[in-house]
């Protein structure tokens, strides 16, 4: 899908120098998406990045993920925290690692039927009897960083309390999200065509 774009006199742009949506959205409004799993090197960092070097308007993240690797979701939330430019975030759908994201925003929305889903980390299990141990090990520490970064992002509880919640896969709908501290409001039609004007 393409859009089409005019010149500074208001001329159409011809087919082959339209622009597509997301680079649109991205360059123009500074509006960036966050979907699929988390793995590895991820391209939102590098968006981010890329846009606080232009200016340091608003930057906004619209999520919908299933989440992925904690290590990719700490380095995304790294850099949020470290660039000049406040960072909006938008969740549709947001699960496991993909609602820290959520969390982390300087101004946290959620659309009016989104989903939030936090659950302690998983390991991979495999190996021998002291890889296990290397790997409980680890998923403690993951498990401690998470608790760390919910609060550090607004969740008024205790470590405990949350560990007790997200034992299991807590789902959360916007009203109950924004009363846990992971989110501000939902996102209403004002503040999103304040976003795309």
Same mark, same amino acid.
């Given at each position: 899908?393409? @859009?089409?774009?005019?010149?500074?006199?208001?001329?159409?742009?011809?087919?082959? +120098?339209?622009?597509? $949506?997301?680079?649109?959205?991205?360059?123009?409004?500074?509006?960036?998406?966050? =979907?699929?799993?988390?793995?590895?090197?991820?391209? %939102?960092?590098?968006?981010?990045? %890329?846009?606080?070097? /232009?200016?340091?308007?608003?930057?906004?993240?619209?999520?919908?993920?299933?989440?992925?690797?904690?290590?990719?979701? /700490?380095?995304? @939330?790294? =850099?949020?925290?470290?660039?000049?430019?406040?960072?909006?975030?938008?969740?549709?759908?947001?699960?496991?690692? %993909?609602?820290?994201?959520? %969390? #982390?925003?300087?101004?946290? @929305?959620?659309?009016?039927?989104?989903?939030?889903?936090?659950?302690?980390?998983?390991?991979?299990?495999?190996?021998?009897?002291?890889?296990?141990?290397?790997?409980?090990? +680890?998923?403690?520490?993951?498990?401690?960083?998470? $608790?760390?970064?919910? +609060? #550090?992002?607004?969740?008024?509880?205790?470590?405990?309390?949350?560990?007790?919640?997200?034992?299991?896969? /807590?789902?959360?709908?916007?009203?109950?999200?924004?009363? /846990?501290?992971? #989110?501000?409001?939902?996102?209403?039609?004002?503040?999103? #065509?304040?976003?795309?004007?």
């Amino acid at each position: 899908m393409l @859009y089409p774009r005019t010149t500074e006199t208001g001329d159409l742009i011809q087919e082959n +120098q339209m622009v597509g $949506v997301m680079e649109h959205l991205m360059n123009d409004k500074r509006i960036c998406f966050l =979907t699929g799993i988390f793995q590895g090197a991820m391209d %939102a960092h590098n968006y981010l990045l %890329a846009l606080d070097t /232009f200016n340091h308007d608003p930057i906004k993240i619209i999520i919908t993920s299933g989440g992925g690797e904690l290590d990719s979701a /700490f380095l995304l @939330y790294d =850099t949020i925290k470290l660039i000049q430019s406040p960072v909006y975030t938008l969740g549709r759908y947001c699960a496991s690692a %993909a609602a820290l994201i959520l %969390a #982390a925003g300087d101004k946290r @929305y959620l659309m009016p039927h989104a989903k939030v889903m936090l659950h302690l980390p998983s390991s991979q299990n495999y190996g021998d009897t002291r890889d296990l141990e290397i790997q409980h090990t +680890q998923a403690k520490l993951y498990r401690d960083k998470m $608790v760390e970064i919910i +609060q #550090a992002c607004g969740v008024k509880k205790s470590s405990q309390e949350i560990l007790l919640e997200i034992d299991r896969e /807590f789902w959360l709908d916007p009203k109950e999200a924004i009363g /846990f501290g992971l #989110a501000d409001e939902v996102i209403t039609k004002e503040t999103l #065509a304040e976003w795309l004007k």
